[in-house]
């Protein structure tokens, strides 16, 4: 193999691993983050604001006050929605200088990004769930059109998005081919 091939492996798995570390340290208290501004921003939109969002170590459980007492209440898992911070630190790693001012400035600017595309998401697949998995209550409060674009939109996310996110934030904030 050639030289540059394996530093470029070195530093890879290096970003892969730091990625991984930050994913799996941060998630609990990155979950109470996307709670609190997800419900936030959904409570903005609902008339009357019912929904209440609340981080159950990494999952996400989601409440709504005209629920049932009894009922069970649904979850996401989050570190479904957030693993792609482990794609993107991998990507700014192989950097020709991967410490560089500019480059970990576009990771830090590229990560407060992927910050907005989590809220999107966690927003997106609770109207997913609400849309789609709440048998006679989601058909009698939203219409097949309503339930198509959330079920899309969330699957979209769960395939696609997720890594796309990552790749488009890099290609975005990566600093210039020269560093």
Not at 23 to 32: D, I, K, M, T
Not at 77 to 90: S, W
Not at 100 to 124: E, K, Q, T, Y
């Amino acid at each position: 193999m050639p030289k540059n091939l394996w530093l470029i492996l070195v530093k890879s798995g290096a970003g892969f691993l730091a990625g991984a570390l930050l994913w799996w340290a941060l998630s609990a208290p990155y979950a109470r983050l996307l709670a609190s501004v997800s419900e936030l921003l959904i409570r903005l939109a609902e008339r009357p604001p019912v929904t209440r969002l609340a981080a159950d170590g990494t999952d996400l459980v989601i409440d709504r006050d005209d629920f049932p007492s009894a009922s069970p209440r649904p979850a996401l898992l989050l570190m479904d929605l957030t693993a792609n911070i482990i794609v993107l630190t991998t990507l700014f790693s192989v950097a020709r200088r991967p410490l560089s001012d500019r480059n970990i400035a576009g990771l830090l600017l590229a990560s407060l990004s992927l910050g907005v595309v989590h809220v999107a998401a966690v927003i997106v697949n609770v109207q997913s769930i609400y849309a789609l998995r709440l048998g006679a209550w989601s058909a009698r409060n939203y219409g097949p059109v309503a339930r198509n674009l959330w079920g899309a939109a969330a699957h979209f996310y769960s395939v696609a998005g997720v890594f796309g996110a990552a790749f488009a934030l890099w290609w975005l904030f990566r600093p210039p081919a020269r560093d």
